[in-house]
């Protein structure tokens, strides 16, 4: 209804100004042609009072709608205070028609000194001259953009001269007839002082991680070669006090025996470390190159390099068809020969057994090793495979502690895991999760028969 109140009072205006004209006419030539004077009585009486009460209802709608802008404009100024983010408001001329606090307080400007400031004042000397043809430009695009896309050397000007790194985004805004842009302006030197503590600790991580890797080099180069070069002289005291036993075995007291077989005994372990040394670190210095590795026929040539101790400890080890996976041949028969070792070694069952077996999951094979030996305790499954890591003394179990380091390092090579799965019940066992890229299987179906199964014992 209050939609309407205008024009009625417009309308009842416009009778009362027709009956007025007629009312002079009538009074000018002393006529009732067009009405009498009654019908000209009536329309006084009804249509003024009409017209009045409408004009009397409609200053209070005026004050309320003029009460209800009053309240949006001072909303729209307390928010424009309390934002973060600096605000300016340029007009077609390129001149600061409006600013907030936060842009006061970034630039050091008051807001009667922003008033009619041409922007260009903001903009760092050497890109104010080019600034008017870019502001022209955006004015023809008519949309919202934001000038830090792809773009971190923005900078502002400000009141002391300082050069401040900011955030801008621009949007137009009509404002009656002109064409105004909405600057927002925030302050990021913070944002750009932690990004180059970032870069400078990567630059210092990515030397010291240089200078590592070189260190490490060099000590594997240097244990390779000390190794190495140790081979001949421990094979020469190991065959000397072998020969001194056989040659001057009747002549030597028990006493003297004893003492030549624990130089013999530390020379046989001296050599297997050497040997194992030169293992681990031939892993990284292989020329050997990536290829399809059958692991049915890897494990075939283990148990022929095992014949003796497999044969010795009544020990077999078994397993299904296995897939052919990607890596270097030498390094996954080092690995496999290293956890079947063990398997049959740290095993106090009158019949020791190794299983192999292997699961695709997505885009890894999960290989299982497993052993029905003494087990190890979980909460050695980290330092396990540490170098020289051992867990039973070298008089019940001889060996060098490197056996399980290798196959870690094989492992990683191939960017692949080895793990203890801490939760079998008897006995080890291994899981190697090996990357199933460009890996072709064996067989792509699972067989039980006998016919898949794989055993190889010596009785």
């Not at 001259?129 to 870019?134: E, K, L």
């Not at 870069?199 to 190495?228: D, G, P, Y």
């Not at 290798?406 to 692949?416: D, F, L, P, S, T």
């Amino acid at each position: 209804m209050r939609k309407f109140a205008m024009p009625l009072v417009l309308l009842l205006l416009f009778l009362q100004l027709i009956f007025g004209l007629v009312s002079y006419y009538q009074l000018l030539f002393e006529t009732t042609e067009f009405f009498g004077s009654k019908a000209l009585l009536w329309s006084h009486l009804l249509v003024t009072p009409m017209a009045l009460l409408l004009l009397a209802f409609q200053p209070q709608q005026y004050n309320q709608l003029s009460d209800k802008l009053v309240q949006a404009g001072e909303r729209a100024r307390a928010i424009n205070r309390l934002m973060p983010t600096g605000l300016l408001i340029i007009n077609s001329k390129g001149l600061i028609t409006e600013a907030n606090s936060a842009a006061c307080r970034l630039f050091g400007f008051s807001e009667e000194e922003f008033m009619d400031m041409p922007i260009e004042n903001l903009i760092p000397q050497e890109k104010r001259s080019i600034h008017p043809r870019y502001r022209a430009a955006f004015s023809q695009e008519n949309r919202q953009r934001n000038m830090s896309e792809g773009n971190d050397q923005l900078f502002g000007l400000s009141r002391s001269g300082e050069l401040l790194p900011l955030q801008i985004g621009l949007a137009p805004v009509v404002l009656g007839k002109d064409r105004s842009v909405a600057i927002s302006v925030m302050d990021v030197s913070d944002r750009r002082r932690v990004m180059q503590q970032l870069e400078e600790s990567n630059r210092e991580m990515n030397v010291a991680l240089e200078k590592l890797t070189q260190s490490n080099e060099q000590l594997e180069r240097f244990a390779f070669i000390c190794s190495h070069d140790l081979q001949e002289p421990v094979r020469m005291m190991h065959s000397f006090s072998q020969l001194l036993e056989k040659r001057a075995a009747d002549s030597l007291d028990h006493k003297s025996r004893e003492y030549l077989e624990y130089i013999t005994n530390s020379a046989t372990t001296t050599k297997t470390m050497i040997t194992d040394i030169l293992s681990f670190c031939r892993v990284d210095q292989s020329a050997e190159n990536y290829a399809q590795v059958d692991l049915n026929i890897v494990l075939e040539q283990v148990c022929t390099t095992l014949q003796i101790s497999l044969s010795e400890a009544n020990g077999s080890v078994q397993w299904h068809d296995l897939p052919t996976i990607v890596g270097v041949h030498s390094q996954i028969l080092q690995l496999l020969t290293n956890l079947i070792t063990n398997g049959i070694k740290f095993n106090e069952s009158a019949a020791p057994c190794v299983e192999v077996s292997a699961e695709c999951h997505e885009d890894l094979w999960t290989i299982s090793v497993s052993d029905n030996g003494i087990g190890i305790p979980p909460k050695y499954a980290d330092s396990l495979f540490e170098m020289f890591s051992r867990l039973n003394s070298r008089a019940d179990y001889p060996g060098t502690g490197l056996g399980l380091a290798i196959c870690k390092r094989v492992a990683e090579r191939h960017n692949a895991t080895i793990s203890l799965d801490r939760s079998a019940d008897e006995g080890s066992r291994f899981v190697l999760k090996w990357p199933r890229k460009n890996v072709t299987s064996a067989d792509s179906s699972s067989k039980t028969s006998e016919e898949s199964r794989h055993v190889k014992s010596v009785a």
